[in-house]
């Protein structure tokens, strides 16, 4: 198991931006994919984008293309996932998690290990 902790989250009018950070203190991601994903308010939880161990990129929702961009920092043992264009729609929790291995899966009930979330709000 991983512990997992997002951060980053807040309120932002439409358009603007933010950065997500997953991390895991105490543990190294460089041997894990992790992917995003959101559950907004009286929706099902959704993927948004994956990353491998080695930084290929997977499983990125229509919605994110172009919009959303997930990254990893190696040396900050760190992955994010850039928002860009932010719209009201794009309001959930966001969390992050990993399948445990090196790649990504395209199924959620392979993820393992799940963060807390963090809140996403696009208001204006």
């Known amino acids: 198991q991983l512990h997992l902790v997002e951060s980053g989250g807040g309120s932002v009018q439409p358009g603007g931006s933010l950065t997500l950070s997953c991390v895991a203190p105490?543990?190294?991601?460089?041997?894990?994919?992790i992917g995003w994903f959101r559950q907004a308010p009286g929706k099902e939880r959704e993927g948004v984008s994956c990353i491998d161990s080695d930084g290929d990129i997977r499983n990125v929702a229509d919605f994110a293309k172009g919009r959303f961009s997930i990254s990893r920092d190696y040396a900050k043992n760190t992955v994010y996932l850039q928002m860009n264009s932010l719209k009201p729609e794009d309001t959930a929790v966001y969390y992050c998690?990993?399948?445990?291995?090196?790649?990504?899966?395209?199924?959620?009930?392979?993820?393992?290990?799940w963060g807390q979330g963090t809140q996403v709000t696009v208001s204006s």
């Open positions: 105490g543990d190294s991601l460089d041997n894990y994919a």
């Open positions: 998690a990993s399948p445990l291995g090196y790649v990504c899966s395209r199924w959620e009930h392979n993820f393992k290990s």
